[in-house]
């Protein structure tokens, strides 16, 4: 066994020499310091355009110490130690705190959080696109406490609107934006109660066809619940769990196609060849399937037929942007959430790279003049990671000493409770006996659970463009969509904006310039 002290004294001396020459020299901070300041300064002079166009980015799962984890990762992938690396969403200059309970739920879960998000009031556990006042998987709960999204408040100011996720079209997280169910695992009706059934309530898959039946572009997994039940899928013929599931027999792909007016372009695709093969520019209506279920982790990605979510991203806002009076899409980066729950850390932090470089290619196609863009996350997990390790040490590395109690090594990342609990021979595992830097390494955790938990603390939000200033101090969550909405002179509180312009698109008037100046207590 090595001694502790031997380990200690060596990722001393790795720390030390990882320090880059430059930081070295008092002058390399103080120089970094000034120009931050002078970056800090400009925002006095406050964007109060009206944002034609609204991209809400939301990582599953992205709690703080994540971002973090992910901002070293992407820098130790560019061959850089990573501490230093930003983020495209680091770049943002306004960040808050969002407040992430369920009002029935101290820690929360992705369904009352997507429904705070993205329709502005806070609601119970496990529900979506409805009220408190419902109670979860209770149907006859949910009639008259429907509450609508700001994807809704988009099309019906004539705006584009689209949906990207690397999960399920009609999971947690993006279902808010279209449905009204008290069960966000009702995906399709073969996973309802009868007395659901019975009492009249409809599936998520169902509700996503039917309750806003013009939404330009859908993209991400959960093509099985589409089909009837055992009907064969197209890309995993022999696999029974791709198989379709529902019991009324619909075929929705059909039945979104029946809905689209015969003079415009509609196209449903399975697989990124026919995906990057469209011609955005001749695509109307947009509705790609690409896994029976989620869809694959980046790490795992078949490049010929699963997109990436840049890729997604990138055709998404191509096909919106053609639209004078602008679009609204909402991007779910849904598997970082995943990887945590499976305690496979490498998983979800990939995931979060992946959803960093998606911010960065809707960076580069949309301006900061006419675009919101906010990016945070529905809640937290249980991971963390620490032990002291040195500069530039490998975010899933070894922390440089052994534990001074059991005499063991223990990596930096670990969870607070999930699967990774292992004990062998009554003591815990040696993690220098496996592999732990592989993909699917499921990092060690404090309590033994089949599926770790999401974490209770507050979240980022980032946000840049119009009224992106809005978003600056900690704020419940259901706060964000009635920014964006405010921004965008979209939904109940338009009494700010101004007649619209040649453009098809309000601009802003002498009122919206004095409230945008005034501190944001006297506003509500």
Same mark, same amino acid.
């Given at each position: 066994?090595?001694?502790?002290?031997?380990?200690?004294?060596?990722?001393?001396?790795?720390?030390?020499?990882?320090?880059?020459?430059?930081?070295?020299?008092?002058?390399?901070?103080?120089?970094?310091?000034?120009?931050?300041?002078?970056?800090?300064?400009?925002?006095?002079?406050?964007?109060?355009?009206?944002?034609?166009?609204?991209?809400?980015?939301?990582?599953?799962?992205?709690?703080?110490?994540?971002?973090?984890?992910?901002?070293?990762?992407?820098?130790?992938?560019?061959?850089?130690?990573?501490?230093?690396?930003?983020?495209?969403?680091?770049?943002?200059?306004?960040?808050?705190?969002?407040?992430?309970?369920?009002?029935?739920?101290?820690?929360?879960?992705?369904?009352?959080?997507?429904?705070?998000?993205?329709?502005?009031?806070?609601?119970?556990?496990?529900?979506?696109?409805?009220?408190?006042?419902? +109670?979860?998987?209770?149907?006859?709960?949910? +009639?008259?406490?429907?509450?609508?999204?700001?994807?809704?408040?988009?099309?019906?100011?004539?705006?584009?609107?689209?949906?990207?996720?690397?999960?399920?079209?009609?999971?947690?997280?993006?279902?808010?934006?279209?449905?009204?169910?008290?069960?966000?695992?009702?995906?399709?009706?073969?996973?309802?109660?009868?007395?659901?059934?019975?009492?009249?309530?409809?599936?998520?898959?169902?509700?996503?066809?039917?309750?806003?039946?013009?939404?330009?572009?859908?993209?991400?997994?959960?093509?099985?619940?589409?089909?009837?039940?055992?009907?064969?899928?197209?890309?995993?013929?022999?696999?029974?769990?791709?198989?379709?599931?529902?019991?009324?027999?619909?075929?929705?792909?059909?039945?979104?196609?029946?809905?689209?007016?015969?003079?415009?372009?509609?196209?449903?695709?399975?697989?990124?060849?026919?995906?990057?093969?469209?011609?955005?520019?001749?695509?109307?209506?947009?509705?790609?399937?690409?896994?029976?279920?989620?869809?694959?982790?980046?790490?795992?990605?078949?490049?010929?037929?699963?997109?990436?979510?840049?890729?997604?991203?990138?055709?998404?806002?191509?096909?919106?942007?053609?639209?004078?009076?602008?679009?609204?899409?909402?991007?779910?980066?849904?598997?970082?959430?995943?990887?945590?729950?499976?305690?496979?850390?490498?998983?979800?932090?990939?995931?979060?790279?992946?959803?960093?470089?998606?911010?960065?290619?809707?960076?580069?196609?949309?301006?900061?003049?006419?675009?919101?863009?906010?990016?945070?996350?529905?809640?937290?997990?249980?991971?963390?990671?620490?032990?002291?390790?040195?500069?530039?040490?490998?975010?899933?590395?070894?922390?440089?000493?052994?534990?001074?109690?059991?005499?063991?090594?223990?990596?930096?990342?670990?969870?607070?409770?999930?699967?990774?609990?292992?004990?062998?021979?009554?003591?815990?595992?040696?993690?220098?006996?496996?592999?732990?830097?592989?993909?699917?390494?499921?990092?060690?955790?404090?309590?033994?659970?089949?599926?770790?938990?999401?974490?209770?603390?507050?979240?980022?939000?980032?946000?840049?463009?119009?009224?992106?200033?809005?978003?600056?101090?900690?704020?419940?969550?259901?706060?964000?969509?009635?920014?964006?909405?405010?921004?965008?002179?979209?939904?109940?509180?338009?009494?700010?904006?101004?007649?619209?312009?040649?453009?098809?698109?309000?601009?802003?008037?002498?009122?919206?310039?004095?409230?945008?100046?005034?501190?944001?207590?006297?506003?509500?």
């Amino acid at each position: 066994m090595i001694s502790p002290f031997l380990l200690l004294a060596i990722g001393t001396c790795l720390a030390s020499s990882l320090v880059p020459e430059k930081e070295k020299d008092p002058k390399y901070w103080r120089d970094q310091a000034q120009q931050t300041l002078k970056n800090a300064l400009r925002l006095q002079t406050l964007n109060t355009n009206v944002a034609k166009n609204v991209i809400m980015f939301l990582g599953d799962g992205m709690g703080v110490s994540t971002v973090t984890a992910a901002r070293i990762l992407k820098g130790q992938l560019h061959h850089s130690p990573g501490e230093e690396t930003k983020l495209e969403m680091d770049k943002f200059p306004y960040v808050a705190l969002s407040k992430t309970y369920n009002t029935n739920a101290q820690v929360p879960d992705s369904a009352g959080t997507a429904t705070a998000y993205l329709c502005g009031v806070k609601a119970n556990e496990g529900t979506v696109g409805v009220s408190a006042a419902t +109670q979860r998987s209770q149907c006859n709960t949910t +009639q008259g406490n429907e509450v609508t999204s700001i994807l809704r408040w988009a099309k019906d100011a004539g705006k584009s609107v689209g949906i990207v996720t690397t999960t399920r079209v009609n999971h947690a997280t993006p279902s808010a934006s279209y449905a009204h169910s008290a069960d966000r695992d009702w995906y399709s009706d073969n996973e309802m109660p009868p007395e659901a059934l019975s009492q009249g309530c409809k599936d998520i898959a169902y509700q996503l066809m039917h309750n806003i039946k013009d939404i330009e572009v859908i993209m991400g997994g959960g093509r099985k619940y589409m089909f009837p039940k055992n009907r064969t899928d197209v890309e995993y013929e022999l696999d029974e769990k791709a198989r379709g599931t529902r019991l009324d027999g619909l075929n929705l792909i059909d039945i979104w196609k029946s809905f689209k007016p015969k003079h415009k372009h509609s196209h449903y695709v399975w697989n990124r060849t026919d995906l990057l093969a469209l011609d955005p520019h001749s695509v109307d209506y947009l509705l790609g399937l690409f896994e029976p279920g989620d869809m694959q982790y980046e790490l795992n990605r078949n490049n010929a037929t699963d997109p990436s979510l840049s890729e997604m991203v990138e055709m998404a806002i191509r096909i919106l942007n053609k639209n004078p009076k602008g679009f609204f899409l909402l991007v779910e980066g849904g598997r970082i959430d995943h990887g945590h729950h499976e305690g496979k850390a490498k998983q979800a932090l990939h995931e979060a790279v992946e959803m960093d470089q998606a911010i960065g290619q809707a960076g580069a196609m949309t301006s900061v003049e006419d675009t919101l863009t906010v990016v945070t996350a529905d809640h937290s997990h249980v991971f963390t990671f620490g032990g002291y390790t040195p500069r530039g040490n490998s975010i899933f590395g070894l922390a440089p000493m052994v534990s001074d109690t059991d005499k063991k090594p223990f990596t930096a990342i670990l969870y607070g409770n999930g699967p990774g609990y292992k004990v062998v021979g009554g003591e815990r595992e040696n993690v220098s006996m496996v592999d732990y830097a592989h993909n699917n390494y499921q990092a060690q955790s404090a309590v033994p659970l089949r599926h770790e938990t999401h974490g209770g603390e507050d979240v980022a939000v980032f946000a840049k463009g119009p009224m992106a200033h809005l978003l600056h101090g900690v704020h419940e969550q259901n706060y964000i969509p009635h920014v964006m909405a405010y921004a965008a002179c979209i939904g109940a509180n338009r009494d700010h904006c101004a007649s619209a312009s040649s453009s098809g698109s309000p601009s802003p008037g002498p009122l919206l310039l004095l409230l945008a100046l005034l501190p944001l207590g006297s506003l509500f």
